[in-house]
């Protein structure tokens, strides 16, 4: 089991010279991991909000262990190859710590204020044909794309991943069999129910429907479980957690 954090830029948090000091503070104390929320307005609210691969670049730049990446990026609201490229310069900056997190995206005014796509359906379909071009431009190989929502043209992205391969994570509700399906197509799941972590039950049956479906079964694959722990009791926390070790999962995400 590893451990990281994940956290809205928000408010007091959008301020990215404290997420850097944040994320040197995790690092230190033994975090594995620090992930980002990746949002434009979220709600109502007009809360200041920073834009998480900028201040993933100045993290990269000042940490040396930590896994960085945002958990998660609504792909559908953005242009696949400016995240593949987005991404591909955090590796290198970051010297191969990137992992990244895709899913449909949970905060409505994101899509509906700017005119984004709003039917899930389409989006989920947008999402599929983004991560196949995004997976593509990384190869490094001369790649193309023509699906109903994105076309690319013959093209190669350089440099390389420093990664062998970029760590591709899926995010989405349980029980909602799609997401999981699309997840086991790639590295990872980051599953949540009603917006919240799964109990270790669930994340135990997210990991007996997806084991069965994954793509390439001999290959790592993390089941990703999230909460919030008492941060002034190690004791309690562990055994808050123990649960979903037992149920396979290989990362703790604390929410912050």
Do not use: C
């Not at 987005?86 to 905060?107: E, W, Y």
């Not at 409505?108 to 984004?116: C, I, K, L, S």
């Not at 196949?132 to 013959?154: D, M």
């Amino acid at each position: 089991m590893r451990y990281g954090m994940t956290l809205p830029p928000f408010g007091a948090l959008a301020d990215p010279r404290y997420l850097i000091e944040l994320a040197q503070a995790a690092e230190a104390a033994g975090w594995d991991a620090f992930f980002l929320w990746d949002t434009v307005v979220h709600d109502e609210r007009a809360y200041p909000i920073a834009e998480p691969w900028s201040a993933l670049a100045a993290i990269a730049a000042a940490t040396k262990r930590l896994r960085l990446g945002v958990m998660l990026t609504p792909l559908s609201r953005r242009r696949p190859w400016q995240v593949a490229r987005q991404v591909l310069t955090l590796d290198h900056l970051s010297n191969g710590r990137v992992t990244f997190g895709a899913g449909l995206g949970g905060a409505p005014h994101d899509f509906d204020w700017f005119g984004e796509e709003t039917d899930a359906k389409v989006r989920a379909a947008m999402l599929d044909e983004g991560l196949q071009i995004v997976r593509g431009l990384w190869s490094g190989e001369r790649t193309s794309f023509a699906g109903k929502h994105y076309t690319l043209a013959p093209v190669q992205f350089a440099p390389r991943p420093v990664q062998s391969s970029i760590p591709i994570w899926i995010g989405g509700m349980w029980p909602n069999q799609a997401p999981m399906r699309r997840a086991a197509r790639f590295d990872g799941v980051f599953p949540l129910r009603d917006g919240f972590g799964l109990s270790s039950e669930d994340l135990a049956a997210v990991k007996a429907f997806i084991e069965p479906r994954r793509s390439d079964p001999h290959a790592p694959f993390d089941y990703v479980a999230s909460g919030i722990t008492p941060g002034d009791d190690p004791a309690a926390g562990a055994a808050q957690v123990a649960p979903y070790i037992a149920a396979g999962a290989t990362w703790w995400l604390e929410t912050i």
